[in-house]
Nanobody
Framework: QVQLVESGGGLVQPGGSLRLSCAAS????????MGWYRQAPEKQRELVAS???????VYVDSVKGRFTISRDNAKNTVYLQMNSLKPEDTAVYYC?????????WGQGTQVTVSS
C-alpha cells in the first residue's frame, strides 16, 4: 500500500500561481497512475489531471493550458503546477494513486484564489 501527503496549497490572487506536491511512501510508486482531483464546496469531486505510469496525461478542459501535471519517480512525487489561477479553481485538491485494483487518497490541500 501507499500513503500520500499533499502540500503546496494556500491563498493566491487571481492570475497567480501555485505548485502542489504529492509525496508517496512505498517502493511501487512508478507503477501507479497518479491523479489530482478537486472538490469545491457543495460540488462533486472532479478529476483535474492525471498521469499514467507510462507518462500519458489527461486534463479536464477547464485547466488545459494553465495547469501542468508531472511526476518524478525517483522522488516518489507528483506535481501540479497551476498558473493563471481563477476564483473558480478554489477547492480542496486531492492526490490519488491507483493501479486498477487499488486506489488511495491523500488528505487534501486547500487552494483559495481570491483578491
Amino acid at each position: 500500500q501507499v500513503q500520500l501527503v499533499e502540500s503546496g496549497g494556500g491563498l493566491v490572487q487571481p492570475g497567480g500561481s501555485l505548485r502542489l506536491s504529492c509525496a508517496a511512501s512505498g517502493s511501487r510508486f512508478s507503477i501507479y497512475a497518479m491523479g489530482w482531483y478537486r472538490q469545491a464546496p457543495e460540488k462533486q469531486r472532479e478529476l483535474v489531471a492525471s498521469i499514467g505510469s507510462s507518462g500519458s496525461i489527461v486534463y479536464v478542459d477547464s485547466v488545459k493550458g494553465r495547469f501542468t501535471i508531472s511526476r518524478d519517480n525517483a522522488k516518489n512525487t507528483v506535481y501540479l503546477q497551476m498558473n493563471s489561477l481563477k476564483p473558480e479553481d478554489t477547492a480542496v485538491y486531492y492526490c490519488n494513486a491507483g493501479d486498477g485494483t487499488y486506489s488511495t487518497w491523500g488528505q487534501g490541500t486547500q487552494v483559495t484564489v481570491s483578491s
